[in-house]
């Protein structure tokens, strides 16, 4: 009954905070990886780009530029899971020392809140941090398994393995850049979930100006409109 009790300590404005908020995070993310045929995100356009890179692979001697990129994309991503692990040690030692943050978010919300509740907030933003530190490293993983799929690759054009091949890379390059994207997004909401400090409707204000923001990065941004030119448009064509 002691859960029951705690949970009291909340509003109802916490908990309707709280379902805008997960609610949020679920649709952005299918809305992004599920969009309208008729209107791509520009993570689905940098999907087709993806595929045109690794057939384009298989005719380009050297490959260094290949190497060098897939290699550019394993940094940025072992940059973001190691900040995101720094982020997660600060937030674990707030959790146990949550007097001097008590004293400021009480400044904002002007109000006296128990312990537990800040507890209970740094925490949502811990789990999203988790998130997003598992989604970098697995993209990291991910990223790897492609370099090793794209040394696989035959440099005779004429090897029936070739493109298969070179698709098979494609698909593993997209899904670990699907998995760096969600580790973004989750990355975001944990920005966005500091807001519960300040209070419910904080949060929700800050969810939707995530949403905003997110949903204009991928469907109504000026790369998205270049991307989007007929000239440089991916063909996504089809080699034997």
């Known amino acids: 009954m002691i859960w029951i009790e705690r949970l009291n ?12 908020f997960v609610l949020g995070w679920l ?12 209107r791509p995100s520009v993570s689905s356009l940098m999907g087709n780009f993806r595929r045109d890179w690794m057939i384009e692979m298989v005719t380009r001697v050297p490959r260094m530029f290949d190497s060098q990129v897939i290699s550019s994309l394993r940094q940025a991503t072992a940059f973001f899971a190691s900040a ?16 001097q943050l008590a004293g400021v978010a009480q400044d904002l919300a002007l109000e006296k809140t128990p312990q537990f509740v800040w507890e209970i907030k ?7 941090l988790t998130n997003a530190f598992l989604a970098f490293v697995w993209s990291h993983r991910l990223f790897g398994y492609c370099s090793v799929l794209m040394a696989a690759v035959p440099n005779d054009v004429s090897d029936s ?7 098979q890379a494609a698909e593993i390059n ?27 409707e904080v949060l929700i204000l800050a969810t ?33």
């Open 208 to 240: 939707i100006i995530t949403l905003g923001v997110l949903y204009r990065r991928e469907f109504a941004s000026r790369s998205r409109r270049i991307l989007m030119q007929p000239d440089a448009a991916p063909q996504a064509a089809e080699k034997p």
């Open 27 to 38: 649709w952005i993310g299918w809305r992004i990886e599920n969009p309208n045929p008729k």
């Open 161 to 167: 393995r070739a493109y298969p091949r070179a698709r």
């Open 9 to 20: 300590l909340f509003s109802t404005w916490d908990f309707i905070a709280l379902a805008c």
């Open 84 to 99: 995101t692990m720094l982020a997660l040690g600060a937030g674990v030692a707030l959790v146990g020392n949550t007097d």
């Open 122 to 128: 740094i925490l949502l933003v811990l789990i999203f």
């Open 174 to 200: 997209i899904t670990a850049a699907r998995s760096f994207n969600r580790g973004l997004r989750s990355t975001y909401f944990s920005l966005a979930g500091l807001a519960w400090l300040a209070g419910a």
